[in-house]
């Protein structure tokens, strides 16, 4: 049971999400070496005084696929911007700014391993997986696309406290014949600190249970509760190659849809759909639920499952809102363990036809080895009418029984969650498809 809680964390927090060295810097172009002449992007830093801009610089062997990573520093005075331009050239998948937990710049990872973070480097497991990372500061999925953080009212800033470190975050398939010299570069735009009205936030939510098999299509659906009132100024979709059909629905409180929020078919060129003016109202008690649509024609036929790479699969929703909501905007399970039960609020779908009985047998036998996988496949193939059993046994293996079994060790933990999560499994293996 213990391992299963494990696995269940890794697969929920780790993949939430591009080796060489080189980043660009001044005042208004920050890092170390290089310069922003050394590229023929036509993106100049913000004037003195109205702005900054962030930039990486690296390269890429050929054939190499990988996530690069850089830290930022906020300086003393802290960052208010209510808009960002992006470019970077093409060959990433995306470009994403981080907020973190860290009040400098870490040189030891997550899991204990001495990092030597001065300039850019890998981590090619994502952002999230050896870093402690929190909400979303910005970014872009097109090479001049539109930027995430756009179209907010003049009194509504992205708030970075002084001191605060940002991650930059890049990833990049080199399938070109030769090397790849790429540049990645991020404006932030500022607004005078007294201006501020509102803080504004970016809804990043994360779908893990991914299971597309060999020369097929599936599904992969997802709910996220929005907890308090929020205006909802942008939102656009993010899948890999697979990804041909996807649809975000705003459901009542009862559950029903109340309307279509995004639809879309393209997994590269996405489209973000700005919903102007004041933004559209969301009000506490409405749920996001999303889903994507996937079709698996690789040749010879393999099972694709979620991850960081192009050879796997996302699902995500993402969206500019205010006023900032932490625990919305991370899909969190808690409000004071956002970091810890990140993706684990709301819930899964399934879009198969197999019970509760099934399902939760599938689910604590999963830790036992295996297929990679095998816990997605539990999650998908489970019948839609025991989501909500399903998913509050989910968030309390994953929640280490919400928190309550956090830090202890061995057969103690096996006791803990066995007890701790006895009723959610036993509501689970008691839910029918009929």
């Known amino acids: 049971m213990r391992r299963l809680s494990t696995i269940i964390l890794a697969v929920v927090l780790g993949p939430w999400a591009a080796c060489s060295s080189g980043d660009g810097a001044t005042p208004q172009n920050m890092g170390q070496g290089g310069s922003p002449g050394s590229s023929t992007m036509d993106l100049t830093p913000p004037p003195p005084g109205q702005g900054v801009q962030l930039q990486m610089l690296s390269t890429l062997d050929k054939g190499v696929e990988t996530e690069r990573c850089k830290f930022f520093q906020v300086p003393a005075e802290g960052w208010y911007y209510n808009r960002q331009d992006v470019r970077y050239t093409p060959g990433s998948h995306h470009v994403l700014l981080f907020m973190t937990s860290y009040t400098s710049i870490p040189t030891v990872n997550t899991r204990g391993v001495s990092v030597d973070t001065s300039g850019v480097f890998a981590c090619p497991e994502g952002a999230a997986a050896d870093w402690d990372v929190g909400g979303v500061a910005g970014g872009a999925q097109k090479a001049n696309g539109e930027p995430v953080v756009s179209g907010l009212p003049d009194d509504t800033a992205m708030v970075l406290k002084g001191g605060s470190v940002l991650l930059m975050n890049t990833h990049y398939l080199n399938a070109s014949p030769g090397a790849l010299e790429t540049d990645a570069r991020i404006n932030l735009y500022f607004i005078a600190k007294e201006k501020v009205k509102r803080e504004a936030g970016i809804l990043f939510f994360y779908n893990p249970f991914i299971y597309v098999p060999g020369q097929s299509m599936a599904v992969a659906r997802r709910n996220c509760p929005v907890l308090s009132d929020i205006n909802l100024v942008n939102s656009q979709s993010h899948m890999h190659k697979r990804g041909v059909d996807y649809v975000a629905n705003l459901l009542g409180g009862d559950g029903q849809a109340v309307k279509e929020l995004y639809r879309g078919t393209d997994w590269q060129e996405v489209i973000m759909k700005q919903y102007g003016g004041a933004g559209e109202a969301l009000k506490a008690g409405q749920t996001i639920e999303y889903q994507c649509g996937y079709n698996n024609k690789e040749s010879p036929a393999r099972t694709i499952i979620q991850g960081t ?111 701790g999560c006895e009723g959610a499994l036993s509501a689970l293996s008691s839910a029918t498809c009929n």
Do not use: H
Request: glycine share 16%.
């Open 309 to 419: 790479t192009t050879k796997d699969e996302m699902c995500m929703f993402l969206g500019l809102y205010y006023p900032r909501d932490p625990q919305t905007e991370m899909c969190a399970l808690m409000a004071d363990k956002i970091s810890k039960t990140r993706f684990l609020g709301g819930g899964w779908v399934g879009s198969g036809n197999v019970g509760g009985l099934t399902t939760a047998a599938c689910i604590t036998g999963s830790g036992s080895g295996g297929e990679p996988g095998a816990l997605y496949k539990c999650v998908t193939d489970s019948c839609p009418k025991i989501s909500t059993p399903m998913s509050k046994a989910l968030q309390c293996l994953g929640s280490n029984n919400f928190g309550a079994c956090d830090g202890c060790q061995g057969a103690a933990c096996t006791s803990c969650l066995s007890v």
